[in-house]
Structure formats: structure tokens, C-alpha cells
């Protein structure tokens, strides 16, 4: 399936409601004819709309692509609510949560610092500290610190769009980030806190 042809599906794609069915329609079938496989970008957002316009829009969508042979991806964070609206629509993948580790790596190459840990780690900075080696060092730690955080990653792309928005379109910093993640008040991990608490003595 993974060598299959794929249509990518984004939010700006669908077509007001008087559109979706042959649109849909027309989707399915070509995915159909050329054995391919419709992928929804973001498919959680879709599920997360409120607005009934959006929600008609959806399920005249989800009808279309339950025809018969059509394979449908929603690579997405669902909650079990979502995968409700769903129906029997397509078997459920779960994909494990990232690790800290993962986290912190996937933080460095959004930065594009992802060599940078090993550089450091592999002592090919000098060795008497000079001003760019104490602000990479301070970076490496802020990157530390927002691995903590409980994000899949979807939600670190997503943070660092905000972030980005934040910055009047600029390339976000680390401090728009960490505003960002404080001000939707995201969850740090237990042993974040456990860590925290233990240094605090």
C-alpha cells in the first residue's frame, strides 16, 4: 500500500458543500482507477471543526471515500470521539508517542541544529568556551528543557507554526516557542517534574 500512488488532501481543497459530493466523488474514483491511496493532511483538524457547514461538508466527504476499493488515510491524533464520527471507515494504526529523546531531535532539526548535539558531545568545539560556544550551549539546553513537553510530532510542527505566526512571519526563536507552548499551557512530562523537584532541593 505504502508504494501506492497518493492524493493528498488539505483543508484549502475542499470545495464549498453544493461541491463536495462530485468532487469526493471524482476523488475517489480516480484513486480507484489508479490504485492509489487518498491521504487527509491533518485529518484532526477536520474532526475538530464545530461548525455544522463543516461537519455536513465532512460526512458528504467520508460517504464519498467508503466506496468500495477506495483506500483512505487519515494520518492524524484522533480521540476516540473522532474516531466515532469515523465509523468503520478504515482500521486504526497506533503509532507510539515519541520519547523524550525523539522529541529533542525532531526540536534540533526543525532549528536545523541537528548535528549540532553531536558536535558538541564529540568535543570538536574549542576548548576554552568563546561567545557563540556559551549561546550554542545555552541553545542545547532551551532545546532540552522543551523536549520535555508531551508532543507528538504533529503538535511540534503545529507549535512552531504558531510560533512562527507569533513572529510576524520571521523564523521563530526558541523564546516565541516557549511562549507559545506556555501560553496553550502544555503539559510537561511526570518525570520533568519529578527532576524539577529533585533540583529544587
Known amino acids: 500500500m505504502l508504494k501506492c500512488p497518493m492524493l493528498d488532501i488539505r483543508a484549502n481543497n475542499i470545495p464549498y458543500f453544493a461541491d463536495v459530493q462530485p468532487w469526493a466523488a471524482k476523488l475517489a474514483s480516480l484513486a480507484i482507477k489508479w490504485n492509489a491511496v487518498v491521504v487527509v493532511h491533518h485529518g484532526d483538524y477536520f474532526m475538530k471543526s464545530q461548525s455544522p457547514k463543516n461537519r455536513a461538508r465532512i460526512n458528504v466527504m467520508i460517504q464519498e471515500f467508503e466506496s468500495p476499493g477506495c483506500i483512505c488515510l487519515w494520518p492524524s491524533v484522533l480521540t476516540d470521539k473522532q474516531q ?53 550551549w545555552t541553545f542545547l539546553r532551551e532545546i532540552a528543557e522543551i523536549s520535555w513537553y508531551n508532543l507528538d510530532g504533529a503538535d511540534i510542527e503545529n507549535f512552531t507554526s504558531l510560533a512562527r505566526n507569533f513572529a510576524e512571519g520571521q523564523d521563530p526563536t526558541l523564546q516565541h516557542v516557549k511562549a507559545v507552548l506556555k501560553a496553550r499551557a502544555v503539559p510537561l512530562s511526570l518525570r520533568s517534574k519529578v527532576a524539577r523537584f529533585f533540583r529544587a532541593l
Open 84 to 136: 466515532t464520527l469515523l465509523r468503520p471507515l478504515f482500521a486504526t494504526i497506533e503509532f507510539p508517542y515519541l520519547d523524550w529523546a525523539a522529541r529533542h531531535q525532531r526540536w534540533l532539526q526543525l532549528f536545523d541544529r541537528d548535528n549540532l548535539a553531536a558536535t558538541f558531545s564529540g568535543g570538536k568545539h574549542a576548548s576554552v568556551p568563546n561567545v557563540r560556544d556559551i549561546e550554542m
